[in-house]
C-alpha cells in the first residue's frame, strides 16, 4: 500500500503513524507513506498559501495552485499507476468500516489530501479529488486528523500489519455486528466474575457465547446497524437464550 497526504501540518501525520502497531508496521516495510507539504508549493516567498474568500466570510480559504502542485508532486511519483485522490471534509461521505475495507484492496496509491482554516478553493478539488470522507458530523480544524483515522483503519486491514488475521475479521463492524464483551486475568474483579463458558475450555460453546452476545450488543447499543444486519433463526434463537439466562441470573 501507498500513501502521500498533501498537509500544512506533516508532523502531525507522522507523529501518530509512527507510534505503536502503524509505526511498527511501517518499519517493517508493510506500507509506505509519504507527507508532502503543501506550504513546499506556495505562491510566493514568503510562504503564502492561503488567501480571504470571495463574496466575504472571515476565515481564509486554501488557494488551488500550491494544492494543485502538492497533488502533481505526489502523482510523480507513481509515473505508472494512477493515484486515487481522497479529500478529508466534513462535507464528505461518512467514513466505514465497509469504506476502509475498499481502500485497503485498492491497487492506485492513495493521496489523501488535508484542508485547513476555512478549507480549500473548489476548483482543484473539482479537478483532482475523487472522494471526499468525512469521519464524522462535526468539524476539525484540519483534516490531518482525519486522515490518520482513515490511515489507520485501513492499515489495520493490510496482512502483516495485526499479528494475526482474527484479530481482525472478529471485530466490530466487520460482519456488521459489534463485538461481544472480553475479558482478561484476574477472573474476578471487584466482586464482577468472567462469565463461565469463557473459562470453560469448550470452543464451540464459547463461540456460540460470543456471537450471540455480538447480536445482542448490537441490537441494543446500535439498533439501526442490528436493522442492517438481520439475524438468521438459529442466531435469534441463541440470542434469546443467552437473554434469558442474563434476566434469570444464570450464565
Ligand atoms: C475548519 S474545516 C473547514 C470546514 C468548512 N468550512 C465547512 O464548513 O465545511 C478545515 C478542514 O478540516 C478538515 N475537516 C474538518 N472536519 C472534518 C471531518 N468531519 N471529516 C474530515 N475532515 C474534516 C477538512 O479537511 C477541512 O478542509
Known sequence: MRLTVLTLFPDLIEQVINESITGRARAAGLFSLKTIQIRDFAVNRYGKV??????????M???????????????????????????????????????ARELAASERPLVLLCGHYE??????????VDDELSIGDYVLTGGELAACVVIDALLRLVPGVLPAEEAYTRESHMDGLLEYPQYTRPAVWHDRKVPDVLMSGHQAKIERWQ????????????????????????????????????VTGQR
Open 50 to 59: 492561503d488567501d480571504a474568500c470571495y463574496g466575504g466570510g472571515t476565515g
Open 61 to 99: 480559504l486554501m488557494m488551488a495552485e500550491p494544492v494543485y502542485q502538492a497533488w502533481l508532486a505526489a502523482r510523480a511519483e507513481t509515473p505508472d499507476l494512477p493515484v486515487r485522490t481522497i479529500h478529508l471534509s466534513p462535507r464528505g461521505k461518512l467514513f466505514s468500516q465497509d469504506m
Open 119 to 128: 478549507g480549500i478553493d473548489q476548483r482543484v478539488l473539482d479537478e483532482i
Open 211 to 246: 456471537s450471540s452476545q455480538a447480536a445482542l450488543e448490537t441490537l441494543r447499543r446500535r439498533p439501526d446497524l442490528a436493522r442492517k444486519r438481520p439475524l438468521d433463526e438459529a442466531e435469534w434463537a441463541d440470542m434469546l437464550a443467552r437473554r434469558r439466562e442474563e
